[in-house]
């Protein structure tokens, strides 16, 4: 038997109307009247007497009904008592990530999680994908927004659907804010501000090409929101990815897409093998459950 079943049972007896209960449990009256006929046939005896107005339950039914609302009972005290021990959960998780898109994603996680665990707390801790991995490799970060190409093969992880798109950001009055997409000959011999991870400066330099080594680079930056200054100042163009825009003022710098145009992905990580307090244990399930459901994704 399944508690389901049995709820419908109890609906309609209280209901003494198939089609009534029906209607209060949300499914249709053929649905129903197989899933009584289905019961019956699993318990060997008739449950309800049924009359021109109305149905009634036979002795046999009179018994289930109560050993039904006994165990309901029961089911719906547990229930309780599993969900109180769920918001007993309590401690931080160490989180790290970098100024990107998927932080947006990131955001509607935790904010999920903490509805169910409201104990829980949070340390946000702002770097590169590198130095985000040193952290987890020592432990004092649980779980990393990576943005890719980053070798995995120490962690498990979570890959996003969603895109982070590379670009040059700017002043508004630069000749080069006219344009709609940034070419690499467009910044031939200009003062660039370029990411300081290697794996970043490789994918850029495929894009480049060739030209890739006339470049001017001014400066490497760690983080697009320090580089954002650079730029206010006049003193290059920083290529970065779309998503670190939400912290630049608009007014002060634009920002142009590139061309041929050039993504990456981003991914949740955490160290395999690596025990974790309940609360990121139970994060860790529910970014597994969240982003699986939603998004399709195998792991």
Excluded at 153 to 163: A, F, Q, T
Excluded at 183 to 212: H, M, V
Excluded at 220 to 241: D, E, Q, R
Excluded at 242 to 249: T, V
Aim: charged content about 30%; hydrophobic content about 40%; proline content about 4%.
């Amino acid at each position: 038997m399944e508690v389901r079943v049995l709820r419908y049972f109890l609906t309609v007896a209280r209901e003494e109307s198939i089609t009534k209960a029906a209607e209060v449990l949300h499914i249709t009256q053929p649905t129903l009247s197989r899933q009584l006929a289905q019961l019956e046939g699993e318990l060997g005896v008739t449950l309800f007497s049924r009359g021109t107005r109305k149905i009634s339950l036979t002795s046999e039914g009179m018994l289930l009904k109560r050993r039904a609302e006994e165990i309901l009972e029961l089911v719906d005290k547990t229930e309780q008592e599993m969900a109180r021990q769920e918001e007993l959960v309590e401690g931080t998780v160490a989180v790290g990530c970098g100024d990107l898109l998927a932080v947006q994603t990131l955001g509607e996680l935790i904010r999920s999680f903490i509805q169910k665990y409201p104990r829980v707390t949070f340390d946000l801790y702002t770097a590169t994908a590198d130095h985000i991995k040193e952290r987890m490799d020592r432990g004092v970060t649980d779980i990393g927004l990576l943005l890719e190409p980053v070798e995995m093969d120490k962690y498990e992880h979570i890959r996003l659907n969603r895109k982070e798109s590379w670009g040059v950001a700017m002043r508004p009055d630069d000749p080069l804010a006219g344009k709609e997409k940034i070419r690499p000959e467009d910044l031939k011999g200009r003062p660039l501000i370029l990411p300081r991870r290697l794996s970043l400066q490789s994918e850029l330099a495929s894009w480049f090409g060739e030209d890739y080594r006339d470049l001017q680079v001014r400066f490497t930056s760690n983080l697009n929101s320090s580089s954002s200054i650079m730029v206010c100042a006049g003193l290059g163009y920083s290529l970065a990815v779309e998503g670190s825009l939400a912290f630049w003022d608009r007014e002060k710098i634009v920002f142009r897409s590139l061309s041929p145009a050039l993504s990456a992905t981003s991914a949740l990580a955490w160290k395999r093998n690596q025990p974790f307090a309940p609360a990121a244990e139970k994060f860790i399930a529910h970014l597994r459950s969240s982003l699986t459901q939603r998004d399709g994704q195998e792991l």
